[in-house]
Each structure stands twice: as structure tokens, then as C-alpha cells.
């Protein structure tokens, strides 16, 4: 169950330049919680660890991918993660272990810690997968098998965020 109160559930996505995985989460989560109604207690967003891509679009193979799934990325430009998204933000996602430390390493310390990606999927987890890759150097298929494995993780997360699970 939802908590019960005026002020939206937050979640923010994380990965390295924001133009790649986290990108793809927010636009997977965003309809999954508009599908499941929620999307008036839901809020969702995406930044990057770095700055390099900070004002761009996502990559255009993330873009290519996601729209064959029915996703449209295109409003999306990336943004750098910093502490005060910490205050802001009631979940903070990472993509992989290396953004994970980094995010640990900004936190402030009484914020509560950012989780992995696919901490939210039990098929990962069965796998032993711990970090969603990051398909930015790689070929096409790269950044389907990153769309395959944040929709797993992004089915798990919604019941996660439905249960009122925030720590």
C-alpha cells in the first residue's frame, strides 16, 4: 500500500552520464506507474554521476531501443546527481556498483542509502547479476539486454514502492 499523505513518492534513477541506463529506467518506471494509476503519487527522474552529457538527450540507441518498446525518451535531458537530491528524492536507484559508491560517498549522513537496480529483480538476483551494464561502448544489442534487464527490475520496484517499502 501507498503511503498515505499530500506529498508524491519520489524515485530517482542513477547511472553514469544519464544518457544511457538511467534514462531507459525512467521512462520504463514512468509508464509502469502510469499504467498501475499512480502516477499522480509518483514522481520519477534520472540523473548521471558525471557531467559530461549534462543538457543532452538521451543516446540515440537508448532512443531507438526504447521506442520499440513504445517509449518515448526524447524529453529527457540529462542532469548530474548531487547531495541534495538526497533530500528530495524518497529512493535513489543506481545502475551499477561504481555509481552506487559514489552516491554513498555524497550522501549525506543521516540520508537514507541508495539501493541497485536490480536488487528489484528477482530474476537478476536468481541470476546472481548485481549491475545493470552499461551499453554506451558496446553494439545495438547491449542496450536491449539493458532494456530487458531494468523492466524486470522495474516490475519489482513498483511492488516495492506499492508496499510502502522505502528503506
Not at 549522513?109 to 539501493?115: D, H, S, V
Request: aromatic residues 6%; glycine residues 8%; contains cysteine.
Amino acid at each position: 500500500m501507498m503511503r498515505e499523505h499530500a506529498k508524491p513518492f519520489r524515485v530517482l534513477f542513477v547511472c553514469m552520464g544519464n544518457i544511457c541506463r538511467s534514462p531507459t529506467a525512467e521512462g520504463v518506471f514512468r509508464k509502469l506507474v502510469r499504467d498501475a494509476g499512480l502516477d499522480a503519487v509518483v514522481e520519477i527522474d534520472s540523473a548521471g554521476t558525471g557531467s559530461w552529457h549534462v543538457g543532452s538527450a538521451p543516446d540515440r540507441r537508448t532512443q531507438s531501443a526504447a521506442l520499440k518498446r513504445g517509449l518515448d525518451l526524447s524529453d529527457q535531458r540529462a542532469r548530474r546527481v548531487s547531495a541534495r537530491d538526497f533530500e528530495l528524492f524518497d529512493l535513489i536507484v543506481a545502475m551499477d556498483r561504481d555509481n552506487l559508491s559514489y552516491l554513498e560517498a555524497i550522501r549525506p549522513g543521516e540520508a537514507p542509502r541508495a539501493r541497485l537496480m536490480l536488487e528489484f529483480s528477482e530474476a537478476a538476483v536468481e541470476r546472481g547479476l548485481r549491475d545493470v551494464p552499461d551499453p554506451y561502448s558496446g553494439g545495438e544489442d547491449g542496450f536491449e539486454v539493458v532494456l530487458d534487464l531494468i523492466e524486470g527490475a522495474c516490475e519489482g520496484l513498483l511492488e516495492h514502492v506499492r508496499r510502502g517499502r522505502t528503506k
